[in-house]
């Protein structure tokens, strides 16, 4: 919401947000439909490729193209998992709790790429921004905790790096980066970056040169993370 906010307010830009439950954005995101409307909400669930499909439609018929794709979303536990199934200890680790979590914060990115492409190509400077975090460094891997959130956003970066190089041709970018510790849900209330600072520092380092963010693991100052 906080990246979808300060691109409406800040950026002027037309905005899709997309959600689960689109039902549930507040109604100052996403005013009723008019010709001057700036926002749409837009219903996906990465677990659903149907849904995401019909996501890029709607977009296609609203759009002539997309600047930019924010792939978001993401769990750090198994949804309806005990947490030790996807964040525990190795004997504690359920198979059916790990694809769930690729497939939210994987596979469901990656298809979003792929379902929004045609579209991100009629720009003259696309740019997908997959928001991972410095749990999927290898570089800083600290201990065994969070292993499928590691191990997936560690995925993630690799896509986006894919990803990168196909943009390249195309005067794109793809960048993945750690919005560091946010007070959201997933952050909880003592997380010391408010969600509106951090979606304002993502997006300044997402507009700028695309050959200096592509294919890039960078924190919301710019500066690279160890992969
Ligand atoms: N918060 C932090 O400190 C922190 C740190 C490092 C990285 N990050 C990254 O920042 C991003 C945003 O996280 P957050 O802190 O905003 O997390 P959050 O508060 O838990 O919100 C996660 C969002 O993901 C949505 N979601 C969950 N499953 C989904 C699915 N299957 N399809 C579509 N949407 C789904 C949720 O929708 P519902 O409302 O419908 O559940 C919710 O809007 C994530 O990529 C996260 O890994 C966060």
Same mark, same amino acid.
């Given at each position: 919401m906080a990246?979808?906010?300060?691109?409406?307010?800040?950026?002027?830009?037309?905005?899709?947000?997309?959600?689960?439950?689109?039902?549930l954005i507040p109604a100052d995101l996403v005013p009723p439909a008019s010709p001057a409307?700036?926002?749409?909400?837009? %219903?996906?669930?990465?677990?659903?490729q149907v849904s995401i499909t019909? %996501?890029?439609?709607?977009?296609?018929?609203a759009f002539e193209h997309i600047d930019l794709l924010v792939n978001c979303a993401a769990v750090n536990r198994a949804p309806g998992w005990p947490p030790e199934a996807s964040k525990g200890s190795l004997e504690a680790l359920r198979a059916a709790a790990l694809e769930e979590i690729l497939s939210i914060?994987?596979?469901?990115?990656?298809?979003?790429?792929?379902?929004?492409?045609?579209?991100?190509?009629?720009?003259? !400077?696309?740019?997908?921004?997959?928001v991972s975090?410095? !749990?999927?460094?290898?570089?800083?891997?600290?201990?065994? &905790?969070?292993? &499928?959130?590691a191990v997936s956003k560690a995925a993630l970066n690799m896509a986006t790096r894919k990803i990168a190089a196909q943009l390249a041709d195309s005067g794109g970018a793809a960048?993945?980066?750690?919005? &560091?510790?946010?007070?959201? !849900?997933? &952050?909880g209330p003592e997380a010391p970056i408010e969600p %509106?600072?951090?979606?304002?520092?993502?997006?300044?380092?997402?507009? !700028?040169?695309?050959d200096s963010i592509n294919?890039?693991?960078?924190?919301?100052?710019?500066?690279?993370v160890p992969w």
């Open positions: 990246i979808a906010s300060t691109l409406l307010d800040d950026y002027d830009a037309t905005v899709a947000l997309a959600a689960r439950n689109p039902e409307g700036k926002s749409l909400a837009i %219903a996906l669930d990465y677990t659903d019909k %996501a890029a439609e709607s977009c296609h018929a914060n994987v596979i469901g990115p990656v298809m979003a790429c792929q379902a929004f492409l045609p579209l991100l190509l009629r720009s003259k !400077r696309p740019c997908v921004v997959n975090t410095s !749990r999927a460094s290898l570089g800083l891997v600290a201990g065994p &905790g969070s292993f &499928g959130y960048v993945a980066i750690d919005p &560091g510790w946010v007070r959201t !849900r997933m &952050g %509106a600072a951090a979606a304002a520092r993502l997006l300044k380092v997402a507009i !700028r040169n695309a294919g890039r693991f960078l924190n919301l100052d710019g500066e690279d």
